[in-house]
């Protein structure tokens, strides 16, 4: 890359006068600068320091228990400042498969995996604790207008640096983060004629993707968005699978319908720039429930299109040593199973001694419309052991092996059908105080959620949970006594 630094200040990016051609040369010498240079030195520089500005360890490092949560961009958000009080040491798997809001537009235009849900955690464990920080994060998290035009004019505000956003971001952070602003938009305009619509657009997802695309990496986009974002060091945010390419996710239903895309599956649009409504009665049921989820061609359009993506080696890695799994409330069958269907991740967590925790949702959506609890444990046995996919690389595992403990919300909607969970070996059923949240109704109330894990962790840590029918638990297990089913 050529090496070409500006003096003074970078070029202007008029959106008022400048023609299409004329931006083009304006980013083209702008991304002509020596981009390598200036980000690497810049993200070693915070590496370097990340141990000086990082969040305050809550207890000692050796003393706190580990956690892998499997989980969407969006319910377990509201638990996570709680759980940072707890411990830092928490490996948070997402899925790349997202392809509705503004998400869809970056993947529609310059493909690759979608960063939404991966950028929303990294924003949610970002350090708080300088104004510096609280800057970083308000830009990062800042949405464009839904209307286009208002969007687009903002939108080249933004990256020529003069707008409010950037004040209280010291010029390191902000030619990093504009460094990689003004490469995600110059891959726009090198594809003026797919025109990218900016409408409701996040700042932090075209900064994620400039450097996925910039690096070629999404590893090290991650790793940049963490340093920039300055979450704790021993915290991490994995995708599920590593990849540069687009990737999209199928259903099958039990009526043999098979749907194409996680947003039309869990939350179908009218196409049209909008934020994403997930209650239930604003969209339509399914046809029939949904038998499996699993990964197609970017063209894919039924069974025959079905791909196989490999899992993130580092998910393997985390699974195999953490002293608590977590599946978290949320879209069931579009945030959690895309996680679980990967071929190793079964066998691993299968062969893992240690809590294995079911958060229910508190209320059913599209994908779960007259689940039971034990409906859910079902759904996540069967994408974890592949129950409906290819026979000869499917697993039968009992559902004990995958879930030992349920949490579940007072007041929630979904019905805890107990001897069910007790035939399923699930016979620790917690319920957990919960509040009433406005349109989304009842969720857990975070602070005795994570309370809840937090006492479970410290527990298991020293005494580790062990697959088998509930009486033999029940008899030989202090434990056990303690959190049998009660409420």
């Known amino acids: 890359m050529a090496c070409v630094m500006w003096g003074g200040h970078p ?25 390598n240079s200036i980000a690497l030195n810049h993200i070693i520089s915070m590496k370097a320091d990340a141990n000086d500005v990082s969040t305050p360890m809550p207890v000692a490092e050796s003393r706190q228990p580990s956690m892998l949560v499997f989980s969407g961009g969006t319910a377990f958000n509201g638990v996570v400042e709680e759980l940072k009080k707890v411990t830092t040491r928490v490996a948070h798997v997402l899925p790349v498969s997202d392809d509705g809001g503004s998400t ?62 950037w004040n209280g971001v010291s010029r390191p952070y902000r030619e990093t983060i504009r460094a990689f602003l003004v490469y995600f938009q110059n891959q726009i305009l090198r594809r003026a004629s797919e025109n990218f619509c900016f409408g409701n ?14 690096f070629q990496s999404l590893d090290a986009a991650v790793f940049l968005f963490s340093r920039v974002s300055h979450i704790p060091t021993d915290s991490l945010v994995l995708p599920v699978i590593c990849t540069n390419d687009r990737l999209t996710l199928g259903c099958e239903l039990w009526n043999g319908t098979v749907i194409r ?6 939350h179908p649009t009218s196409g049209a720039v909008e934020p994403i409504n997930k209650v239930v009665s604003s969209v339509p049921a399914l046809p029939a429930r949904i038998k499996r989820i699993f990964y197609m061609s970017s063209e ?29 409330m949320g879209s069931l069958y579009t945030s959690i199973c895309p996680s679980l269907v990967l071929h190793g991740v ?25 689940m039971t609890a034990s409906d859910f444990v079902t759904a996540i046995c069967d994408a974890l052991n592949r129950k409906h996919g290819d026979p000869l690389k499917c697993l039968n595992n009992p559902p004990n092996t995958y879930v030992n403990v349920m949490l579940v919300p007072k007041g929630g909607q979904v019905p805890v059908d107990r001897q069910q969970l007790a035939a399923q070996g699930i016979c620790h059923v917690i319920f957990v105080d919960s509040i009433s949240e406005g349109k989304i109704g009842t969720i857990f109330e975070p602070k005795s959620l994570i309370q809840v894990l937090a006492d479970l962790m410290y527990s298991s840590t020293a005494q580790p949970h062990r697959a088998g029918n509930c009486s033999n638990q029940m008899s030989t297990s202090a434990l056990s006594e303690d959190l049998t089913t009660k409420e």
């Open 300 to 328: 894919g359009t039924n069974l025959l299109h079905e791909v196989f993506p490999a899992v993130n080696d580092s998910v393997l890695e985390q699974l195999k040593q953490v002293d608590c799994i977590v599946y978290a």
């Open 346 to 370: 079964g066998e691993t967590i299968s062969m893992t001694p240690c809590l294995k925790v079911l958060l229910l949702n508190c209320s059913h959506d599209r994908e779960t419309t007259n």
């Open 11 to 35: 070029p202007r990016l008029s959106s008022t006068s400048a023609s299409s051609s004329t931006h083009r040369t304006y980013i083209s010498s702008f991304t002509a600068f020596n981009l």
């Open 201 to 214: 657009g996040s700042i932090g997802n075209f900064f994620f993707a400039g450097a996925r695309i910039f």
């Open 261 to 266: 895309g996680q947003n039309e599956i869990s």
């Open 104 to 165: 869809a537009e970056i993947v529609r235009v310059l493909g690759g995996p979608a960063v939404g849900d991966i950028r929303s955690r990294c924003l949610r464990l970002s350090d708080e604790s300088t104004s510096e920080a609280l800057a970083v994060r308000r830009l990062l998290g800042h949405r464009l207008s839904l209307d286009p035009l208002q969007a687009k004019a903002e939108w080249y505000e933004i990256v020529e640096g003069e707008h409010v956003l």
